[in-house]
């Protein structure tokens, strides 16, 4: 059990080493381009639509929405899993944005984007918010692309924004006290700057009626996605549940799993079903969720902002 335990943790390292330098090489065949007509250049009614774990994404979101009113353009925003999928054929524009997770779209985005009714021509963009500094993020921005133009979107725009990492391995064990977190503090200003142009130029885009196209990038990331990087990491985690008594019944985790793999009465989690986003951990506010790799418990990014006294600011738009 021990030996074929330390083969899995070897061959887990293996895969991370895999994907550790990135190689941008040449891209792949398959070209992200309209296949129709742009419906409309004046953008009336606009779609802002993001899965966010632990609020990056969604801050993005609502000042890219918050950019667009300011422009004129009637805005509906919010997180996906809570928007009316069957209206979302009546907008000019879509604009969809997601985490990086293990360096793609995660696939409750991409399925959610399949699932939307034909888009008949509407303008489309895409953003991503990732920990970096490189994670494939051109790449798993083109996913969300590729899913839109598959419902009759036409792609115009896509973009990457970076923030503090939210992933608790990057900071377990002694690497919380090693790193200099502070000096990684995203998103500052220049983050949400960069986010009101992006809302702009996508605008703009649009009235100009210009698409883009975009392929995705050969690289080593995107390579070691075909590797199952979700499944070798869940190996390296020997424990997953509720502490019971820690847990205030407040159902967060439940809420953030994207996969219902939490019995909160049960305390117990789901291992096969679960997809390993630390949703759970990275929001449980009473650190009653578990998890455990190589005998060291891991901290949530709630928990990890605590420790290490960093706020995360907010847009001065979204404050109002
Ligand atoms: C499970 C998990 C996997 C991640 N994988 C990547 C990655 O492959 N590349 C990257 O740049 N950042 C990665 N990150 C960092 C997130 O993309 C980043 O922190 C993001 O802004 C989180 O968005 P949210 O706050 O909206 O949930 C990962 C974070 C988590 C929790």
């Known amino acids: 059990?021990?030996?074929?335990?330390?083969?899995?943790?070897?061959?887990?390292?293996?895969?991370?080493?895999?994907?550790?330098?990135?190689?941008?090489?040449?891209?792949?065949?398959?070209?992200?381009s309209a296949k129709l007509p742009m419906k409309t250049r004046r953008v009336e009614?606009?779609?802002?639509?993001?899965?966010?774990?632990t609020g990056n994404t969604g801050r993005y979101g609502r000042l890219l929405a918050a950019t667009m009113r300011r422009a004129g353009v009637q805005v509906t925003a919010g997180d996906m899993r809570e928007l009316d999928r069957p209206g979302a054929g009546k907008y000019d524009?879509?604009?969809?944005?997601?985490?990086?997770?293990?360096?793609?779209?995660?696939?409750?985005?991409?399925?959610?984007?399949?699932?939307?009714?034909?888009l008949g021509g509407a303008a489309a963009a895409a953003y991503v918010s990732f920990g970096g500094p490189e994670g494939n993020q051109h790449n798993a921005a083109c996913?969300?692309?590729?899913?839109l133009v598959e419902r009759g979107a036409v792609p115009v725009a896509q973009k990457a924004f970076m923030?503090?990492?939210?992933?608790?391995?990057?900071?377990?064990?002694?690497?919380?006290?090693?790193?200099?977190?502070?000096?990684?503090?995203?998103?500052?200003?220049e983050t949400y700057q960069q986010v009101r142009r992006y809302a702009q130029y996508?605008?703009?885009?649009?009235?100009?009626?210009?698409?883009?196209?975009f392929s995705k990038k050969v690289t080593m990331r995107e390579?070691?996605?075909?590797?199952?990087?979700?499944?070798?990491?869940?190996?390296?985690?020997?424990?997953?549940?509720?502490?019971?008594?820690?847990?205030?019944?407040?159902?967060?985790?439940?809420?953030?799993?994207?996969?219902?793999?939490i019995d909160l009465g049960a305390h117990t989690v789901n291992r096969e079903a679960c997809v390993l986003c630390f949703?759970?951990?990275?929001?449980?506010?009473?650190?009653?969720?578990?998890?455990?790799?190589?005998?060291?418990?891991?901290?949530?990014?709630?928990?990890?902002?605590?420790?290490k006294h960093i706020k995360i600011s907010e847009p001065p738009e979204l404050k109002a």
């Not at 996508?202 to 196209?213: F, I, N, Y």
């Open 223 to 261: 390579i070691s996605t075909f590797f199952g990087p979700i499944w070798w990491t869940k190996r390296s985690i020997d424990q997953h549940y509720i502490l019971a008594d820690k847990c205030i019944a407040c159902g967060a985790c439940v809420e953030k799993c994207p996969v219902g793999a």
């Open 143 to 147: 996913s969300i692309l590729e899913c």
């Open 202 to 213: 996508v605008l703009d885009r649009v009235a100009k009626g210009q698409s883009a196209e």
């Open 279 to 307: 949703g759970c951990l990275n929001n449980c506010p009473a650190q009653a969720v578990y998890m455990d790799q190589d005998g060291t418990r891991l901290v949530g990014y709630r928990e990890f902002l605590k420790i």
């Open 1 to 32: 059990m021990h030996d074929r335990r330390s083969f899995l943790k070897k061959s887990a390292v293996a895969a991370l080493a895999l994907s550790l330098p990135t190689t941008p090489a040449c891209a792949c065949n398959g070209t992200i």
């Open 45 to 53: 009614r606009a779609l802002v639509a993001w899965y966010s774990q």
């Open 93 to 118: 524009l879509i604009v969809v944005g997601a985490p990086v997770f293990y360096y793609d779209a995660p696939m409750l985005v991409q399925n959610w984007v399949r699932s939307l009714p034909d």
């Open 163 to 189: 923030n503090l990492g939210t992933y608790p391995l990057s900071w377990a064990g002694d690497k919380i006290n090693k790193t200099p977190w502070r000096s990684r503090n995203l998103p500052d200003r």
